[in-house]
């Protein structure tokens, strides 16, 4: 049961690890936790077949500690998140769970975590996993009784009433909900705008019976694709819950990172925060434009924290997590960020030559490299090892960032090798200015990651 409890939220397969036993207890330790700060959570559960079920035991496991539960529906991870920030009849909740397995294969299911506004992880969650080991015999009844809240309407009403602007804008769109819980709120936001759009499987179905509802991966996006050939002007896609995008154009899939620059550039003086997998692009353009662009860990939980930290407006992961502090309240969402990009281009930005403005740069996607849960930390101790005193092969490195990982900056570009929290992998990056150096940071950084792991 360790493995369930990650870095981030707490995640497993549904009847195997996360069952009536488990997220009852779970339900009730996290009440213990939310106690501190008042009675209430909401809890929202996306489209997958078990989350349902999931709520009612999480419920039965909050009523045993004395909390009291407010129940959404089915909704997107935003719309749970903005629950933080409402009041329902004099009540706000102190914390809220949603129910989600995101984009991770249908027969996994999680729990992502808020407590008085603040993202719920790292030592937290292992400190959850210690109590929950020692309390496992614990027996907690059936008891579903719940408070429901319009949390949905609410979010919807908010940002039609937010983006009021955009009312009746003449570009074409075209969405792919995946399956997934997009769809549930972005037709009532679209509809009440009076945009021009078509919906891809905005249908909740979480047997993902069209695609898998990550937008990373270019195969699930063959279909926005295709649409895009034809009359569409823009495209947007979801994950599985709704707090990553991907904004397509006729030319172009656009990462977070290069999206980060084009918000940047309508804000003043802005303060962004990337991950370390984002461009060097994106670090000296927000530089450049009088901005301040600061490199911080991979993480949705991680960026939360940092963005309130440091004051920033915006925080970006190449991935498609989008936090904005500027006008909103500093969570991932990407149906917010949907419309953000609409207000881009109702104040005449021409997205395409703007991304042609920007420096040519040729990077790799994340490579991830398998290994072990106990092994993946040591291996890059190992690598750090070896880098103080680098193989004549190597070329010459100019620093290294240790913030998350390694990335190592050289003439030309930057390698990025990191231990992921959440899966049992090492995952890299590449990004150059030509191409052959891109090879060679790549071949060069294999090799040492190769002798490292001889080494263990």
Not at 116 to 126: A, L, N, T
Not at 160 to 177: A, H, P, Q, R, Y
């Amino acid at each position: 049961m360790n493995n369930i409890f990650r870095e981030y939220d707490i995640r497993g397969i549904y009847d195997k690890e996360l069952n009536e036993k488990t997220i009852k207890l779970i339900g009730y330790l996290l009440g213990q936790k939310i106690k501190k700060f008042g009675e209430y959570v909401a809890i929202g559960y996306d489209a997958r077949v078990h989350s349902v079920i999931l709520r009612d035991y999480l419920t039965s496991g909050f009523n045993a500690s004395g909390i009291k539960v407010l129940d959404m529906g089915m909704v997107p991870t935003p719309v749970n998140y903005f629950s933080n920030y409402v009041e329902f009849n004099g009540i706000i909740p102190s914390g809220s769970v949603m129910i989600t397995g995101s984009h991770n294969p249908k027969e996994y299911n999680g729990l992502k975590i808020t407590i008085d506004k603040k993202p719920f992880f790292g030592k937290e969650i292992y400190t959850l996993r210690d109590d929950f080991l020692q309390m496992q015999d614990m027996v907690i009844k059936n008891d579903i009784a719940c408070i429901k809240i319009p949390a949905k309407k609410r979010y919807i009403d908010y940002l039609v009433n937010e983006f009021s602007f955009l009312k009746n804008l003449k570009t074409k769109i075209v969405l792919d909900g995946g399956n997934g819980v997009a769809g549930v709120v972005v037709k009532d936001i679209f509809d009440a705008l009076g945009l021009d759009y078509k919906g891809l499987y905005l249908e909740s179905d979480g047997e993902f019976p069209n695609h898998h509802p990550d937008p990373t991966i270019e195969e699930n996006l063959k279909d926005i694709k295709s649409e895009l050939k034809n009359d569409f002007d823009i495209g947007f896609a979801y994950d599985g819950d709704a707090d990553r995008i991907a904004v397509l154009t006729k030319k172009y899939n656009i990462k977070g990172d290069i999206l980060a620059i084009l918000f940047a550039k309508q804000m003043k003086n802005p303060i962004v925060i990337g991950e370390v997998k984002c461009s060097k692009v994106m670090y000296d353009e927000i530089n450049k434009m009088g901005g301040k662009a600061l490199m911080y860990k991979t993480g949705h939980s991680n960026l939360k924290v940092k963005i309130k930290e440091s004051g920033a407006q915006l925080a970006a992961e190449v991935s498609g997590h989008i936090f904005f502090a500027d006008r909103y309240f500093g969570y991932d969402d990407a149906l917010y960020a949907t419309l953000r990009v609409l207000e881009l281009i109702k104040n005449g930005m021409d997205i395409d030559k703007e991304i042609e403005s920007l420096l040519k740069v040729y990077s790799t996607e994340e490579i991830k490299i398998k290994t072990s849960e106990e092994k993946k930390f040591e291996l890059i101790k190992w690598i750090k090892e070896l880098l103080k005193h680098p193989p004549v092969y190597f070329p010459k490195i100019e620093n290294i960032i240790t913030i998350d990982g390694l990335r190592i900056n050289f003439e030309n570009g930057w390698a990025l090798v990191r231990a992921s929290n959440t899966t049992p992998v090492l995952v890299t990056r590449f990004e150059s200015t030509n191409q052959e150096d891109l090879k060679l940071y790549q071949a060069s950084v294999n090799k040492i990651i190769s002798q490292a792991k001889d080494s263990l």
